[in-house]
């Protein structure tokens, strides 16, 4: 017999209290704390930052921990922390020329000023598992020199000089806060690369993976990629100047790009840029190639229908909080529409029987 | 919860989308474009409709929230528990009683009154986006009032089908003007959407876009003269309550199969249950 259901409050309470358990795993196996995970998943850390739009990898950490290492959860309860806060101000352009490089690689010249400063990469490691790691995971101290105080030059400058590579134009006007206003087509490069700093990074793996097999192909150089701390300066009314608020780690792509040239401007090398919190050069470099293929309009290319080129594909389904509560929204009860459709699809096929049955008769 | 302001929102963000619900009543069946804020439940289980009931809810409300019609299904619970833990509002299940009603996929069977506000979870909220993705696109459609791509659709449906092969978020089109898509409630429901004297209100969160109809709008779902538009449903009886004018479910109550119907309406259900009506399957 049937009788309407009702308990989901319990339900749901049940549910999260066995969730709970679960996330805490076997208690004779010591706790994560959030300190170890900030640590030595610092680049799990860097990701929901980067995501989360939020620079505090305490925070990062965890929500890391609690959403059982489940990225984009913990990318979400960041997001869903961050519209709660305050906004006091807008900080200065941070100057990635000022930039204390913990690794800064081009790709582009073999030496160049400021040197190639390899860093800590998984570049040429070789990926064997280390079973060292699971039995002890201590490792010896890393040898160090003393840091050059000298400021490291952008590659791109030194193109600039020839007058090899396009301009980058400076631009005062205040970008839009895409987490404030809704976003509206068509996008400037500002809003575009402000959307491509938050995106999914697998999202844009692929798409700029999509570019250099051909589908509106742009050969990249990676003129430069580096990655360390910069300041971040705010300037406060009351003083009248910006003053230093705090240091955030970044990464930062400049990729130089073919261009054969168009009516009106002569060939040169074109720019792609990428920019995320934390070590990140997966997404920096992918951004840098996406940015360059969303250009295609303003630098009087062809657009050949790639989905790298389309501004509203790529800017409306790069964001994987959107994307995976729309995607698993489907999970919720549908049972009304269901219903609809039940109905609808017994009559269609009872005409087409009825229609079947005349035909034969 | 303390921590956070009444509704969750701040107040900034409240005035934000009260500015958006106001234009969205001015032009009814308008798509007004508003910035959706990250709420704490995710992307396509209900912020729009969240957002736009903080923006509404003030302290003396009483607050419903239903989803498939019923008061008890696990995200309405959830949402109704927000609330109850951000604004401290009292809620009801009864759709007589209530302020403000938050819905997904139904409007109530009792019909609604002045001085309600009925608020819906919309996943989509562009009724042509089916058959053109493009928002750019779609935005220029309704400026010019291009609709005649929807009517070659529903054409295209009767000279394949025989029928109009939409039986839920049926196109409706608003004092003459906008095509607006109802959120995906059962075409049955659509003839409720006109004339009626609440405030409707509804909230796209992913989307970013809020649009209203205001009291007593009329709204038309689309039509062809020789196919006129028919609010379907199962042609049985609440095997609770025994009423035949109610949208049903379905359940399957055997493993052979065996089906009732059931008012997807739960409020709707236990009232006339209440008042001693019966059905076939009542114990």
């Given at each position: ?328 929204h489907i999970?919720l009860p549908h049972y009304v529409d269901f219903q609809a459709e039940l109905e609808l ?17 | ?65 239903i989803d498939q019609g019923a008061d008890d299904t696990?995200n309405a ?26 819905t997904r996929h139904r409007i109530p069977e ?10 819906y979870q919309v996943p ?42 939409t039986s839920y978020a049926y ?11 109802p959120s995906p409630i059962p075409k049955f429901d659509n003839?409720k ?38 609010a379907s449903k199962p042609?049985?009886?609440c ?7 109610s949208y049903l479910d379905e359940v ?9 119907f059931v008012c997807s309406d739960t409020?709707y259900c ?14």
């Amino acid at each position: 017999m049937y009788v309407a259901v009702k308990g989901g409050e319990q339900a749901i309470r049940n549910a999260h209290a066995w969730l709970a358990e679960e996330r805490r795993g076997d208690v004779t196996i010591p706790e994560l704390s959030v300190d170890q995970i900030r640590e030595q998943m610092a680049l799990s850390v860097a990701r929901v930052m980067s995501e989360g739009s939020l620079f505090d990898a305490d925070l990062a950490a965890l929500a890391i921990k609690q959403a059982r290492g489940d990225l984009i959860e913990a990318t979400f309860l960041i997001r869903a922390y961050r519209t709660t806060l305050p906004r006091f101000g807008a900080s200065e352009p941070i100057n990635t020329g000022d930039m204390i490089c913990d690794r800064r690689i081009s790709a582009t010249f073999k030496d160049l000023p400021g040197g190639q400063i390899l860093g800590p990469t998984f570049d040429y490691t070789h990926r064997l598992l280390d079973f060292k790691l699971a039995a002890d995971g201590e490792t010896d101290i890393a040898p160090e020199r003393a840091r050059s105080e000298a400021k490291i030059p952008h590659v791109t400058d030194f193109l600039n000089r020839e007058g090899l590579i396009e301009s980058a134009v400076a631009d005062d006007a205040t970008p839009p806060d895409l987490t404030r206003v809704p976003l509206e087509l068509p996008a400037d490069r500002a809003l575009r690369l402000q959307a491509l700093a938050r995106a999914d990074e697998g999202f844009l793996l692929s798409l700029a993976y999509s570019t250099q097999r051909g589908y509106a192909r742009n050969h990249a150089f990676v003129g430069e990629l580096r990655i360390g701390m910069v300041a971040v300066e705010m300037e406060i009314p009351e003083l009248g100047f910006a003053i230093e608020i705090g240091e955030i780690h970044v990464t930062e792509c400049e990729t130089v790009n073919q261009f054969k040239g168009s009516k009106y401007v002569p060939p040169q090398f074109t720019r792609g840029y990428g920019l995320v919190f934390g070590q990140i050069e997966r997404k920096a470099i992918s951004m840098a190639l996406v940015d360059r293929a969303l250009r295609w309009e303003e630098l009087g290319e062809d657009y050949v229908g790639a989905p790298a080129q389309d501004t509203e594909f790529v800017l409306y389904h790069s964001d994987n909080i959107q994307a995976t509560g729309f995607l698993e929204h489907i999970k919720l009860p549908h049972y009304v529409d269901f219903q609809a459709e039940l109905e609808l699809v017994r009559k269609l096929r009872s005409d087409a029987a009825t229609a079947m049955q005349e035909a034969a008769e | 919860m303390s921590d956070y302001n009444f509704a969750y929102l701040d107040e900034q963000t409240k005035r934000m989308i009260r500015r958006a619900i106001l234009k969205g009543l001015a032009i009814p069946g308008y798509q007004v474009p508003f910035a959706s804020r990250e709420m704490p439940m995710p992307y396509g289980w209900g912020t729009g409709g969240v957002q736009v009931s903080a923006a509404v809810l003030t302290p003396d409300d009483r607050f419903k929230v239903i989803d498939q019609g019923a008061d008890d299904t696990t995200n309405a619970v959830s949402i109704r528990s927000f609330f109850e833990r951000t604004a401290d509002v009292e809620t009801t299940t009864e759709t007589k009683a209530a302020t403000v009603i938050q819905t997904r996929h139904r409007i109530p069977e009792t019909p609604l009154t002045e001085g309600q506000i009925l608020v819906y979870q919309v996943p989509i909220p562009e009724p042509l986006r089916f058959l053109e993705p493009r928002e750019t696109e779609t935005r220029k459609m309704h400026e010019l009032q291009e609709y005649g791509l929807m009517h070659v659709k529903l054409y295209e449906d009767i000279s394949k089908h025989g029928h109009i092969a939409t039986s839920y978020a049926y196109p409706v089109k608003v004092e003459d003007r906008y095509v607006m898509d109802p959120s995906p409630i059962p075409k049955f429901d659509n003839p409720k959407l006109s004339d009626c004297p609440a405030i409707q209100l509804f909230g796209a969160g992913r989307e970013q876009r809020i649009y209203a109809l205001p009291p007593y709008t009329k709204v038309v779902s689309l039509d062809f003269d020789d196919y006129p538009f028919e609010a379907s449903k199962p042609n049985q009886t609440c095997g609770l309550c025994g009423a035949d004018d109610s949208y049903l479910d379905e359940v399957i109550v055997d493993d052979a199969g065996r089906r009732m119907f059931v008012c997807s309406d739960t409020d709707y259900c236990e009232k006339r249950r209440s008042a001693g009506h019966r059905g076939r399957d009542a114990a």
